[in-house]
């Protein structure tokens, strides 16, 4: 697969750095609470990252330059804090799924206790400092 | 993509042109800037961020840097392009060794209160200042008497 910014233009390219500067001075702004203008290489090019994590633009696809073309035809901020509201919520909802396998297992592992050897059950429920 | 995308960043252009703007308050000192010198100032600034491994979004801090030493009594117009062009070496280089630990202005403000004070006006002096100097220096808002 070519690399991406050999398939796009010389304008496009242009474009795409155009419409990235400004996301990632908020960004840069928001990471030092506005009291510095300038950040380490490696701060930038993280916060790069999760700007292009939320665009879309992450990792490499055969249909990255369609979605870059995307990103220059739509406002790019709009783009982000949709990217970002999607993130959200996917983490939101891992999370939930997350707590719901542990109640389960937890249950489980409760209706088990009760079939357990009474030795075994008064030492999985003693606190771990009597079991010294 | 990673690799792909490069960092985006402030252009020479833009920095050129904000420095040419901010004459209008140095000039009342005597300190000007023709185009050609802010020009040169631009890529000397954009030079430094890459010796120094940073990036600049947004507003440079050089037209800052600037207006905040244009009062100094050790300047004079015939060494203010010069003087600028060291002091933005050591504005970026000091950024880093402080490790993120002082903000523009507080460095700005210490950097500007050393050269005026023990440093009168010798960016050589200001060059030796470390670390735990310069943050001690902004802690105490003592600029003027450590170089």
């Known amino acids: 697969m070519p690399e991406l910014m050999t398939v796009l233009t010389a304008a496009e390219r242009q474009a795409l750095c155009e419409q990235l500067a400004p996301l990632l001075a908020h960004r840069v702004a928001l990471y030092t609470a506005h009291e510095s203008s300038s950040v380490p290489v490696e701060t930038a090019r993280a916060l790069l990252d999760g700007i292009l994590l939320h665009l879309g633009l992450a990792g490499t696809s055969a249909d990255s330059a369609v979605r870059v073309r995307a990103v220059l035809s739509a406002d790019a901020a709009e783009l982000l804090a949709q990217g970002e509201r999607e993130t959200r919520r996917a983490v939101l909802h891992a999370y939930a799924r997350w707590q719901q396998l542990v109640r389960a297992q937890r249950g489980k592992g409760q209706r088990a206790a009760h079939r357990l050897p009474r030795a075994q059950k008064e030492r999985r429920l003693a606190p771990p400092f009597l079991l010294c | ?147």
């Open chain 2, 1 to 147: 993509m990673k690799a792909m995308i490069p960092l985006p960043a402030l252009s020479p252009q833009g920095t050129a042109e904000a420095l040419f703007r901010r004459n209008d308050r140095t000039a009342r000192f005597g300190l000007t800037l023709t185009r050609a010198q802010c020009a040169r100032l631009a890529a000397s600034h954009a030079e430094v961020l890459r010796e120094t491994g940073r990036v600049e979004v947004g507003e440079s801090a050089l037209p800052r840097l600037a207006e905040a030493l244009c009062d100094s009594p050790y300047l004079a117009p015939e060494t203010w392009e010069e003087t600028l062009a060291e002091m933005t070496a050591l504005f970026y280089r000091f950024k880093g060794l402080c490790r993120e630990r002082l903000s523009d202005d507080a460095l700005l403000a210490v950097l500007c209160g050393c050269f005026n004070g023990a440093a009168h006006g010798c960016t050589e002096l200001l060059a030796s200042l470390d670390a735990p100097t310069l943050l001690r220096l902004a802690r105490t808002e003592r600029g003027d008497g450590h170089a």
